[in-house]
């Protein structure tokens, strides 16, 4: 049976053994997982989700402008046939309005001759009678003139004095005061035939307020009459523009939306951000079963002489040479061979050195255990 010491010093040293064995066939733990997208991917995936919504929404409301922009397109004609309509109504009630609005800038024209005849004849009027004055004092001055000297041509007759020279005079009187009553005729006739036409004329500048009047009243009841087909096609004009801007603004929304849309289509179009390679990972290996150390002999017959107290010369039987686990293990081949696998053979080599130094503390402990289990048993 052998001893609790011998057995504690055993199971420490395989423990020991133990624990750098299930060390070397853990996986190396890679240094930042390689598994998830980068922070830029990320953004990208989700710039990506918001694209799409954004065109599921646009083309949502693509739909809902193209059936309103249809909708208002086909009022379009019938608002265009009901207009000219309501146009050709008006102008069929504004026809009697045309000849009026004619007669009156007519009579306008007109009126305005006669004010200018009228004065140039009152002018004209004015100037014969200021003529015939300027005869009449003439012929009267003559007359004076004539009469002093036919008193004067008597004297000299009665007093035998030659009377040749003043009775040419008197003659020359007489001439001139046959001009002047001439003149004066005539002049009396023009005034005479004037004054009719300017009564005529002043008798047409008073009918022209009058006419003015009667014919204003007659527009105003045609303009009144079409005031109805008026005001209905300035409705349908309204109705008409109303119609012709909204189609625009939902032309114009429509476009935008569309240019939206390609954009947000030549976004979703682009290559989605790619997973990094993955390097293989080597299945777990069993964990290494240390070797049992050989049982130290214990001699029957005690020895002599100074060899009575034992001495440890040499060194213990090495423990047998754990299994390699090449069967767990997948071979890796060169062209599996990642960064990762590269980063993972020093942490190997380090797990294998510490083994190395397990393997050897344990061999120390168990030769010192055999030694101080021979040491008891002697006693």
């Given at each position: 049976?052998?001893?609790?010491?011998?057995?504690?010093?055993?199971?420490?040293?395989?423990?020991?053994?133990?624990?750098?064995?299930?060390?070397?066939?853990?996986?190396?733990?890679?240094?930042?997982?390689?598994?998830?997208?980068?922070?830029?991917?990320?953004?990208?995936?989700?710039?990506?989700?918001?694209?799409?919504?954004?065109?599921?929404?646009?083309?949502?409301?693509?739909?809902?402008?193209?059936?309103?922009?249809?909708?208002?397109?086909?009022?379009?004609p019938?608002?265009?046939?009901?207009?000219?309509?309501?146009r050709?109504?008006?102008?069929?009630?504004?026809?009697?309005?045309?000849?009026?609005?004619?007669?009156?800038?007519?009579?306008?024209?007109?009126?305005?001759?006669?004010?200018?005849?009228?004065?140039?004849?009152?002018?004209?009027?004015?100037?014969?009678?200021?003529?015939?004055?300027?005869?009449?004092?003439?012929?009267?001055?003559?007359?004076?003139?004539?009469?002093?000297?036919?008193?004067?041509?008597s004297?000299?007759?009665?007093?035998?004095?030659?009377?040749?020279?003043?009775?040419?005079?008197?003659?020359?009187?007489?001439?001139?005061?046959?001009?002047?009553?001439?003149?004066?005729?005539?002049?009396?006739?023009?005034?005479?035939?004037?004054?009719?036409?300017?009564?005529?004329?002043?008798?047409?500048?008073?009918?022209?307020?009058v006419?003015?009047?009667?014919?204003a009243?007659?527009?105003?009841?045609?303009?009144?009459?079409?005031?109805?087909?008026?005001?209905?096609?300035?409705?349908?004009?309204?109705?008409?523009?109303?119609?012709?801007?909204?189609?625009?603004?939902?032309?114009?929304?429509?476009?935008?939306?569309?240019?939206?849309?390609?954009?947000?289509?030549?976004?979703?179009?682009?290559?989605?951000?790619?997973?990094?390679?993955?390097?293989?990972?080597?299945?777990?290996?069993?964990?290494?079963?240390p070797?049992?150390?050989?049982?130290?002999?214990?001699?029957?017959?005690?020895?002599?002489g100074?060899?009575?107290?034992?001495?440890?010369?040499?060194?213990?039987?090495?423990?047998?040479?754990?299994?390699?686990?090449?069967?767990?293990?997948?071979?890796?081949?060169?062209?599996?061979?990642?960064?990762?696998?590269?980063?993972?053979?020093?942490?190997?080599?380090?797990?294998g050195?510490?083994?190395?130094?397990?393997?050897?503390?344990?061999?120390?402990?168990?030769?010192?255990?055999?030694?101080?289990?021979?040491?008891?048993?002697?006693?």
């Amino acid at each position: 049976m052998k001893h609790p010491s011998y057995l504690a010093v055993a199971a420490a040293a395989a423990t020991a053994i133990f624990i750098p064995a299930a060390a070397l066939a853990a996986p190396a733990t890679p240094a930042a997982p390689t598994t998830n997208l980068s922070r830029v991917d990320a953004e990208k995936t989700a710039d990506r989700d918001k694209a799409a919504q954004d065109k599921a929404a646009a083309e949502a409301e693509l739909a809902r402008v193209t059936a309103d922009l249809a909708a208002e397109q086909d009022k379009l004609p019938k608002l265009e046939e009901s207009l000219t309509t309501a146009r050709q109504r008006l102008a069929d009630q504004e026809a009697p309005l045309a000849p009026l609005l004619a007669q009156q800038q007519e009579l306008t024209t007109e009126c305005g001759k006669l004010d200018t005849a009228g004065a140039n004849q009152e002018k004209k009027l004015a100037q014969l009678r200021t003529t015939l004055k300027e005869v009449q004092e003439t012929e009267y001055a003559t007359i004076d003139e004539k009469n002093a000297l036919v008193v004067k041509r008597s004297k000299m007759q009665q007093a035998g004095a030659d009377v040749t020279d003043i009775s040419a005079q008197i003659d020359a009187l007489e001439k001139k005061l046959e001009q002047l009553r001439t003149q004066q005729q005539q002049l009396n006739t023009q005034i005479y035939e004037l004054q009719p036409l300017i009564e005529e004329l002043r008798g047409a500048q008073g009918q022209c307020p009058v006419m003015q009047a009667e014919l204003a009243q007659q527009i105003k009841d045609a303009q009144a009459a079409a005031a109805p087909a008026r005001t209905d096609v300035a409705e349908k004009a309204k109705v008409l523009e109303a119609a012709q801007a909204r189609v625009a603004t939902l032309s114009e929304r429509a476009a935008a939306l569309n240019k939206k849309i390609a954009e947000l289509t030549e976004i979703l179009a682009r290559p989605l951000p790619t997973l990094p390679a993955q390097p293989e990972q080597p299945a777990p290996s069993a964990p290494v079963e240390p070797a049992q150390p050989s049982a130290p002999v214990v001699p029957t017959t005690p020895p002599t002489g100074p060899a009575a107290t034992p001495t440890v010369t040499g060194t213990p039987a090495a423990p047998s040479t754990a299994a390699a686990p090449t069967a767990a293990t997948p071979a890796a081949s060169p062209a599996a061979a990642t960064p990762k696998a590269s980063a993972s053979k020093p942490q190997l080599a380090h797990s294998g050195a510490e083994l190395g130094g397990a393997i050897g503390a344990a061999t120390v402990l168990l030769g010192a255990g055999g030694a101080l289990a021979l040491r008891r048993v002697r006693n």
